[in-house]
C-alpha cells in the first residue's frame, strides 16, 4: 500500500472515533475516499435496521451524477447484496468493480448466472459505480462503499482496493461505535423524561386530594424554573445543570408530603385550628421522610425540607435565617407564595396579579430572599406581552 | 517508520474502538508496545480527575521491575508532569529518555535547573524507565507511557519513538470515548435507579394512607418477579429485559389509582356497600388516567388496568377472559391476590400461608391464568428453606 494511503487511514481512523454521529462520520469518510482515490463521486448503501433493506446515506461528488438520498434503497436478496453474503454466490468478499462483471458475463453469461449478472451490471450502472466495497462486522454486511469514475480514467488497482477495504473495516467499527454512544444517549433522554412525566403525575394524583390546588404543582414548577434561569443571568449559579435539575424535581415534589395529612383538614374550607395548623406544618418534613433514601436527591431535599422557611427565620420547620435557606429553597418558597395568592384558597379568596407582585415587593428581604425577589420581579413584575415571551424563552432554555 | 510498526498501528486501532473499559484498553496497549518495541517492561500515568493527581494504572513485562498499581502517584507539579506541560520548562513535547536527562544534566548541571533535572533522573531510575512518551489530548496531558530497558539492550530509535508517539494519541482517544461509553452507562445505571426508588418511595407513601396495607406494594412487586422469573425459564418470554422492567413498574403502580378512593372507604373497617364497592373498583381506571400519558408506558398500564380481571371473565374493570389478559396483568394480580390473602384486612384476617396457597391451587384456571399459577407454585408452593433460597436467586437474577 503507498505509504500516503496509510497516513490517510490513521488520520482518517483518528479523527473517526471522537465523532458520534453516524452522518459526520459517513461523509467524512467519502470526503477521504474521493481526496485520497480521486474519484468523481462516492456513496453508501447502509443496513437499515428497522427497514430490514439497505438505503442510500449519502452520495457525494464533485461532477456527474447524485444519487438521491434515503430514496432509494437495495432489498437483502437483491444480487448486490447476495454478491458479497451468500456463500453460494460469493466470488471474492474484497470487492466488485464493473470490469469484473464483465469478465463474470463473458464467462458464465450462457449458464444459470446469466440472470443474477445481468442485474448486477444494471445496479451498478444506475449508481455509475465503477467500484463496490463491503464493510463487514464480523459476519454482517453492514454497508457497501461505491464510487464512480477514477478521474484520470484509469481502473482501481490493488494498492486501491486494499485502502478501501481497510477503511470500510475502520468505517464500520466507528459506524458501530458511533451508534452505541446515540443508543446511550437517546436512551438516557427517554428515561429523564419518563422519569419527570411520572413524578409529576404522581405529584399531580397526590395534589388532587387536595381540592384547592389543582394545578398548583405545574405552576411552582415553571415560575421556579423561570426565577432559576433569572437569576443564574446575573450570576452564574454553581453546576447549573445539575441544579436545574434538582430544582424542576422539587418542585415537582414540595408537597408531596401533603400525602400525610388527612383529607379533612386539607379540605376544611374554613380557618385551621392551631392543631390543625401543626399537622399541616408536619408536610415539608414527611415530604423528606418519604424521599430521604433516594442517594441523588440530597438537593431536592433541601428544596422540600426548607420550602416554608422564611428570609428573616419566621418560617417552618427549621427557622433558617438569610443566607443559611439554601437557594433552591428559596426560590420554591416564592414560587409557592406567588401561587398560593393568585389562587383561590379555603379561607380567602384569590389576589390579583398586581396585589400579589405588590406583596412580594414589600416582603422582599423578609419572607423573601431578596435577589430571588428580584429575579421574580424581573420575570414577573411587569404584566406586558414581551415579559411573557421572554418568560417563555427562559423557560424553553431551562427545558 | 517501520511498515511492521503500522501494521500493528493499524491493528490496535482497530481493536481500540470496540474497547469500552478504560483498563483493558492500557493493557491492550501496554501489549502492544512490549510486543512491538520489545521492551522489558512498560507502565502508564494517567490522569486521576478526582484526586487530581497521576496514578500508574497498569505495569506489565515479563521480567525485571513490576510497579506496583494503584500506590505510586505523581503530582501535578512533579518535574516529570511539568517537562511535558510547563512551556517554560519544556524542551520537547515528544519523548523524554534517560539519556536525553544526561545530557541535559551535562549541560545545565550548574544552571538553577540543576535540582529539576536531579529529580527527573530520579523518577525515571525509580520505575526503571528509559523512555517516556506523553498522551496528550489537545492541550491537556492525559496520561505518560514509561518503558523499561530493551530486550537487546539498545537505545530507542527515531522509528520507535514516532510509533510510540502515534500509539500514545491513539490510546488517548480511545480512552476519552471509553470513558464516554462508561460514563454514559453509569449515567443509565444511577438514573433507572433512581427512577425505581422514587416511584417505589411515592407508591409506599401513597399506600400509606390505606391502613391495611403496609408492605403491600413492596411484596406484590417481589412475588411478580419471582413468579415471572419462573414463567422465563419454563418458555422464554418475549423481549424479557423490557418485560421485567415493565412488571417492575407496574407492580409498584398497581394501586396508584387507589389516591382517587376517599379515606374513609380505603378505611373503613367493616364491609363495604356495593356503591362504595363500585368506588374502590375504579382504582385500576383512576390508576390508568394518572399515568396513560407517559408514553414509555403502554405495558405498565396493561398491568395497572388489568391487575383485578379474572382468568374465567369475572373480574373488573373490563371482564377480559383466559389470553384476553396481558400476562403482566395475570402475574400481578396473583400476586396481589395472595399478598392480600395472607395479611388481615378490615372485613377479616389473614388466612395462614398453606391455606392461600390451597386457595391459589383451587382458583388455577378460575380466578387465575395456569400458567402462572404453576409459576407461582413451583416458587412458593412448598414452605422450605431450599425453596426461599431459590427464590432469592431468581429475585437477584432480575433485578
Redesign the interface.
Known amino acids: 500500500m503507498k505509504i500516503s494511503y ?1 497516513y490517510d ?2 488520520k482518517t ?2 479523527q ?3 465523532i ?1 454521529r453516524a452522518d459526520t462520520l459517513i461523509k467524512l469518510i467519502l470526503r477521504t475516499i474521493i481526496k485520497s482515490v480521486k474519484v468523481r463521486h462516492a456513496g453508501v448503501f447502509i443496513y437499515d435496521n428497522s427497514r430490514d433493506e439497505y438505503v442510500v446515506k449519502v452520495s457525494r461528488g464533485h461532477s456527474g451524477f447524485k444519487v438521491p438520498v434515503g430514496f432509494v434503497k437495495i432489498k437483502k436478496d437483491s444480487p448486490l447484496i447476495r454478491y458479497f453474503t451468500d456463500a453460494k454466490l460469493s466470488f471474492s468478499k474484497e470487492a466488485l468493480s464493473l470490469d469484473q462483471i464483465k469478465r463474470l458475463r463473458a464467462k458464465f453469461g450462457k449458464t444459470p448466472l446469466k440472470k443474477t449478472i445481468e442485474e448486477l451490471y444494471f445496479n451498478l450502472s444506475f449508481y455509475k459505480a465503477k467500484l463496490c466495497i463491503p464493510a463487514f462486522f464480523r459476519n454482517d454486511l453492514i454497508g457497501i462503499f461505491f464510487l464512480g469514475d477514477k478521474k484520470n480514467g484509469r481502473a482501481f488497482n490493488r494498492n486501491e482496493i486494499g485502502f478501501l477495504s ?1 477503511l470500510a ?2 468505517a464500520v ?2 459506524l ?2 458511533a451508534g ?2 446515540e443508543e ?2 437517546n ?2 433522554a ?6 419527570l ?3 409529576s ?2 405529584a ?3 395534589e ?2 387536595d381540592r384547592y390546588t389543582s394545578g398548583h404543582t405545574e405552576r411552582v414548577t415553571e415560575f421556579s424554573l423561570v426565577i432559576a434561569g433569572r437569576i443564574n443571568k446575573h450570576r452564574k449559579i454553581k453546576d447549573w445543570a445539575k441544579f436545574i435539575k434538582d430544582l424542576r424535581i422539587a418542585a415537582l415534589l414540595h408537597d ?1 408530603g401533603k ?2 395529612v ?2 379533612a383538614i386539607l379540605n376544611k374550607p374554613a380557618a385551621l385550628t392551631p392543631e390543625e395548623r401543626a399537622i399541616i406544618e408536619k408536610h415539608p418534613l414527611i415530604g423528606v421522610n ?2 430521604n ?5 440530597s438537593n431536592v431535599l433541601a428544596g422540600v425540607k426548607h420550602h416554608h422557611e422564611r428570609y428573616n427565620g419566621g418560617g417552618y420547620p427549621s427557622q433558617l435565617k438569610g443566607k443559611q435557606i439554601p437557594l433552591i429553597a428559596s426560590i420554591i418558597a416564592l414560587a409557592d407564595a406567588y401561587d398560593a395568592m393568585t389562587t383561590d384558597r379555603p379561607y380567602r379568596s384569590a389576589l390579583s396579579r398586581e396585589a400579589a407582585i405588590k406583596e412580594i415587593q414589600e416582603n422582599r428581604g423578609r419572607q423573601f430572599a431578596p435577589s430571588v425577589a428580584d429575579a421574580f420581579l424581573e420575570a414577573y413584575g411587569q404584566i406586558d406581552k414581551e415579559k411573557e415571551k421572554e418568560n417563555g424563552r427562559v423557560m424553553a432554555s431551562v427545558s
Request: charged share 20%; aromatic share 4%; hydrophobic share 55%.
Open positions: 496509510r487511514l490513521e481512523a483518528r473517526m472515533i471522537l458520534h481497510v473495516s475502520d467499527m466507528a458501530k461505535n452505541l454512544i446511550l444517549n436512551q438516557l427517554i428515561n429523564n423524561r419518563m422519569f412525566q411520572t413524578v403525575a404522581l399531580s394524583s397526590i388532587a386530594k408531596i400525602i400525610g388527612p383529607e418519604i424521599l433514601h433516594i442517594a441523588e436527591f
